[in-house]
């Protein structure tokens, strides 16, 4: 949730400090934060599928879709950091208005995950 939002910040910065500042802020929550939650997020799904064999994803559509979701977010957050390579390299293209629009995917997602996990709808 937060990296769209400094994104939001840093498009809107002009002065030198500023821009280096979230640069700073960005690296270190893709790099220390978000990347290692990730990693840490699939290993512990894929221990599960493993654990509990994949005869069970065949019966649970809603599963399926809940992961097709978290697959969706990695690319999410991979395209997130290809943005904060255009920013380090001085090329961002977008406006503070396209990361605000950008910062409610992550929240559309989780309240359709939180629905399919919760009431596990028969598809």
Same mark, same amino acid.
């Given at each position: &949730?937060?990296?769209?939002?400094?994104?939001?910040?840093?498009?809107?910065?002009?002065? *030198?400090? @500023?821009?280096?500042?979230? *640069?700073?802020?960005?690296?270190?929550?893709?790099?220390? !934060?978000?990347?290692? @939650?990730?990693?840490?997020?699939?290993?512990?799904? !894929?221990?599960? %599928? %493993?654990?509990?064999?994949?005869?069970?994803?065949?019966? @649970?559509?809603?599963?399926?879709?809940?992961?097709?979701?978290? %697959? @969706?977010?990695?690319?999410?957050?991979?395209?997130?950091? /290809?943005? /904060?390579? *255009?920013?380090?390299? /001085?090329?961002?293209?977008?406006?503070?208005? &396209?990361? /605000?629009?950008?910062? *409610?995917?992550?929240? !559309?997602?989780?309240?359709?995950?939180?629905?399919?996990?919760?009431?596990?709808?028969?598809?």
């Amino acid at each position: &949730f937060y990296l769209p939002r400094l994104y939001v910040y840093h498009s809107s910065s002009f002065d *030198e400090t @500023s821009i280096q500042r979230f *640069e700073l802020m960005e690296r270190k929550l893709y790099r220390g !934060i978000m990347w290692p @939650s990730m990693l840490l997020t699939l290993g512990t799904g !894929i221990g599960l %599928i %493993i654990i509990n064999g994949t005869s069970w994803l065949s019966q @649970s559509p809603w599963l399926q879709i809940k992961i097709l979701i978290v %697959i @969706s977010l990695c690319v999410y957050q991979l395209y997130l950091g /290809r943005l /904060r390579k *255009e920013f380090v390299l /001085r090329t961002n293209k977008h406006g503070h208005i &396209f990361y /605000r629009w950008l910062n *409610e995917v992550p929240v !559309i997602a989780l309240i359709a995950i939180i629905f399919l996990a919760v009431f596990k709808p028969s598809l």
